[in-house]
């Protein structure tokens, strides 16, 4: 069992910076791959970007490239979303994912999540 806990959320002007924060529970943080993902009202929940176990490998969505960057600490059992130049279509909840497969992008194939944080980008 892993438990999720995400911070850092808040109100942002446009074109600021928000960094984000997971942490797991539990000594098997480093045997999960993390992601991001999120909800905007009344939109389904999205991917963002993961990571892999050892924080080599990367991915995200097209819509946040060039601007978030996912990394992870393993000897803090924490994983970190920073945002720069938000946009109000950033806006939404953010929810933390942990995977024991693999990169993937699909929200079925994550078997633990985060309370979520919500982000607000203002224009």
């Known amino acids: 069992q892993v438990q999720l806990v995400e911070s850092g959320g808040g109100l942002v002007q446009a074109g600021g910076s928000l960094r984000l924060s997971c942490t797991a529970s539990?000594?098997?943080?480093?045997?999960?791959?993390m992601g991001w993902f999120r909800q905007a009202p009344g939109k389904e929940r999205d991917f963002v970007a993961i990571i892999s176990r050892k924080g080599a490998n990367t991915y995200y969505a097209d819509s946040v490239k060039g601007r978030f960057t996912i990394s992870r600490d393993n000897a803090k059992n924490t994983v970190y979303l920073q945002m720069n130049s938000l946009k109000p279509e950033d806006t939404g909840i953010y929810y933390c994912?942990?995977?024991?497969?693999?990169?993937?992008?699909?929200?079925?194939?994550?078997?633990?999540w985060g309370q979520g944080t919500q982000v607000t980008v203002s224009s």
């Open positions: 539990g000594r098997t943080f480093t045997t999960y791959y």
């Open positions: 994912a942990a995977a024991s497969g693999g990169l993937y992008r699909r929200e079925r194939d994550y078997e633990y």
